[in-house]
């Protein structure tokens, strides 16, 4: 069994991003560069090792935008797939998080994903977006999808991965608790997943259609199942930060507490058999006749 992330870097202080009005909680630094790889990795497994469902040509020369991209290693692993004439493009808050090394045809640029540029209109044939859960507020949804919209093609897909439900015992459930309410402290939604279809159908995409799987969590579930513990325990280690600037929500006092209740956390997922998360990668089409 691999240790967790956070076990290998102990006590190391967090870096997050300052990107003028954006509310993401999660830290841009070199630990969550080599989470988002493992990450990545899990839901790579997850879906049978697919990581593009959208149905564009890869014979052509798409365009495609990675919508916060973070490290990159969505667009990394597509890349030797499309043709040496696609042209990729990731844009994120934080630049710390890009590649420093990558082929020719990706490029990247700072930017929030509720204002692309506007010369991007029509122009691209592949959005792909993956957990902007814990960046994009309730109102700024159907502002992003909007925004995704505008800059696909007519025919142009786009294809979102977020993370649903998830269940384990008691310790699971007292976590949830606090995440829903740091959550809802902060306006973002925890289940997206369940209003995706709806946002996406509002800002005009058609053929909608969702992928799902269930991810096992813990070391019950063997290399994937501890993976999966060290990625997402990853992340909520991660929020300790807001947890505790949020003065603990009423569920942690200190950072001693914070740190227990993860431990619980991890502990009960290895001894839980049956302990999952779901995760959900939606597909739309821009309609071929629109003209906007
Ligand atoms: C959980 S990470 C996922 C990274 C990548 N999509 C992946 O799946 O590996 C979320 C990313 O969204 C970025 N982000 C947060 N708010 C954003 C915004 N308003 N516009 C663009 N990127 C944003 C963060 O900086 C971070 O890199």
Avoid at 198 to 215: K, P, Y
């Amino acid at each position: 069994m691999s240790p967790s992330i956070s076990a290998e870097i102990p006590h190391v202080p967090r870096v997050f991003h300052n990107y003028p009005g954006a509310n993401y909680i999660l830290p841009s630094d070199e630990q969550e560069i080599h989470r988002l790889k493992l990450q990545h990795d899990v839901l790579k497994a997850a879906f049978d090792g697919k990581v593009l469902l959208a149905p564009i040509k890869l014979h052509t020369s798409p365009f495609v935008l990675d919508s916060g991209t973070g490290s990159a290693a969505w667009l990394l692993d597509v890349a030797p797939d499309m043709s040496p004439s696609a042209i990729m493009h990731g844009v994120d808050i934080e630049n710390r998080l890009f590649p420093t090394s990558h082929p020719p045809n990706i490029s990247f640029s700072i930017n929030s994903i509720a204002t692309l540029p506007e010369e991007w209109t029509a122009k691209f044939d592949l959005v792909h977006q993956r957990l902007l859960l814990a960046a994009l507020r309730r109102s700024e949804w159907p502002k992003a999808l909007s925004q995704m919209f505008r800059i696909l093609r007519p025919g142009g897909y786009v294809q979102l991965g977020e993370a649903g439900a998830w269940h384990a015992g008691a310790v699971t459930e007292r976590h949830a608790d606090m995440l829903h309410t740091l959550f809802e402290s902060r306006e973002l939604l925890l289940e997206v997943s369940s209003d995706m279809s709806t946002f996406l159908r509002d800002a005009g995409f058609v053929d909608i259609r969702v992928e799902t799987r269930t991810i096992p969590l813990g070391a019950w579930a063997g290399q994937l199942g501890a993976d999966a513990r060290d990625n997402f325990m990853g992340v909520y280690r991660g929020m300790k930060t807001p947890v505790l600037r949020s003065g603990g929500l009423g569920f942690v006092e200190t950072e001693e507490d914070f740190d227990r209740l993860m431990d619980e956390l991890e502990k009960e997922w290895d001894e839980t058999k049956g302990a999952e998360m779901k995760f959900h990668i939606f597909i739309a089409q821009k309609p071929t006749e629109c003209t906007t």
